[in-house]
Every structure is written in structure tokens, then in C-alpha cells.
């Protein structure tokens, strides 16, 4: 996922304020309240997104919703509404959490798969693929998509490797159109 200038640029700023201060642990936990809390309120995000409600009520919204916040996440929240930026608020939060995830030296892992895998699959597939750090701490993400046919994609940061049988099919596809 694309993150854009302006969320890694907010976020690296609280990074660097919550390192100075030293409440990097309990802001950290708070955005991931906003990244949850957007996620699951599409009311919310059209709320913050709409361009014709004034600043202030948007603020007055999000001192209500926020309200057993830190003042510095009640102050950065309150920023990026003055600043027209509400609009980013969700990947201002994720993108602090990948740079405090990233600092901690955790890895982000997405594994797509076209149906439920057990917990020995997973751990056999993250061991065969070399891209997961041998006893390094992991963020997994699974995601069910039954688009896929079968088989997986595992994404680790950067890096992906695409095992799926739509893939396949697609390669075998363009083989034979080529031929």
C-alpha cells in the first residue's frame, strides 16, 4: 500500500516529538485506536472527508471520539484537522506504527490465501519463503481472497512471492499467446 508524502511526514514528526518526550509506547497504542476506530467508521471517514463542514465542528467531533487520548495524540489529531489533512488521519496513524514497528526491528507480513490455513501451514510457509527473519518478531496479516483459486501470496515488507494458481493460470495464459 502506497502511504503518501504528507502521512510519512506528519508521522515522522510525532515519531520524533513522542521519542523526545518519551510516551513513543502510549501514542503508539492510541494510533492504532484511530487506525481501528477509521477503519470500521465509514460515517467517520465521510464526516472527515466532506470539505463544506467548517474545521471547528470537525474538531469538536474528534475531541469527543478522542477524548481518553494523550494530550499529544489529542494535540496531533487536533493539527491535521487545523490543517485541512483530516482526510489522512488513518494513514498518518499507520504510518507511525510502521515506523515504530520498524524502529522495534518487527516485520509487517501479509499472507493471502484462498481459504483458511492452519497455523502449520502458515509457519511452513514463512520458514520455506527466506524472506521472514529466523526468531524475528512478526506483524502477521491474513487475508482470505478466494480470487486466488489456491496456493498464496506472501508479502514481507517489499518483497512478495506470488504461489497462487491464478498467477499460474495467468503465466500459462500468456505462454501460449506467445506461441
Not at 33 to 55: G, R, W, Y
Given at each position: 500500500?502506497?502511504?503518501?508524502k504528507v502521512?510519512k511526514?506528519?508521522?515522522q514528526?510525532l515519531?520524533d ?7 513513543t ?16 467508521s465509514?460515517?467517520l471517514?465521510?464526516?472527515?472527508a466532506?470539505?463544506f463542514i467548517?474545521s471547528?465542528k ?6 469527543e ?5 494523550s494530550?499529544?495524540?489529542q494535540?496531533?489529531?487536533s493539527?491535521v484537522?487545523r ?7 488513518r494513514?498518518?496513524?499507520q ?29 511452513e510457509?514463512?520458514?520455506s519463503?527466506?524472506?521472514v527473519?529466523?526468531?524475528s ?7 482470505i481472497?478466494?480470487d486466488i483459486?489456491?496456493g498464496?501470496?506472501?508479502?514481507v515488507?517489499?518483497?512478495?512471492i506470488d504461489?497462487?494458481v491464478k ?8 505462454d501460449f499467446?506467445?506461441?
Amino acid at each position: 500500500m502506497l502511504t503518501s508524502k504528507v502521512a510519512k511526514r506528519y508521522a515522522q514528526g510525532l515519531l520524533d516529538f513522542t521519542e523526545e518526550s518519551g510516551n513513543t509506547a502510549s501514542v503508539f497504542s492510541e494510533m492504532k485506536d484511530v487506525v481501528k476506530i477509521m477503519k470500521e467508521s465509514k460515517e467517520l471517514n465521510a464526516f472527515f472527508a466532506t470539505p463544506f463542514i467548517d474545521s471547528k465542528k470537525k474538531m469538536a467531533a474528534a475531541s469527543e471520539i478522542f477524548k481518553g487520548f494523550s494530550k499529544v495524540s489529542q494535540n496531533m489529531i487536533s493539527l491535521v484537522i487545523r490543517q485541512g489533512r483530516e482526510k489522512e488521519m488513518r494513514n498518518i496513524a499507520q504510518e507511525f506504527i510502521n515506523k515504530v514497528e520498524d524502529k522495534q526491528g518487527i516485520q509487517r507480513i501479509t499472507l493471502t490465501s484462498a481459504s483458511e490455513l492452519s497455523q502449520n501451514n502458515i509457519t511452513e510457509i514463512l520458514k520455506s519463503s527466506g524472506l521472514v527473519k529466523e526468531g524475528s518478531n512478526f506483524d502477521l496479516n491474513t487475508i482470505i481472497n478466494p480470487d486466488i483459486l489456491g496456493g498464496y501470496i506472501l508479502r514481507v515488507g517489499d518483497q512478495q512471492i506470488d504461489a497462487s494458481v491464478k498467477s499460474k493460470l495467468n503465466r500459462i495464459r500468456k505462454d501460449f499467446q506467445l506461441n
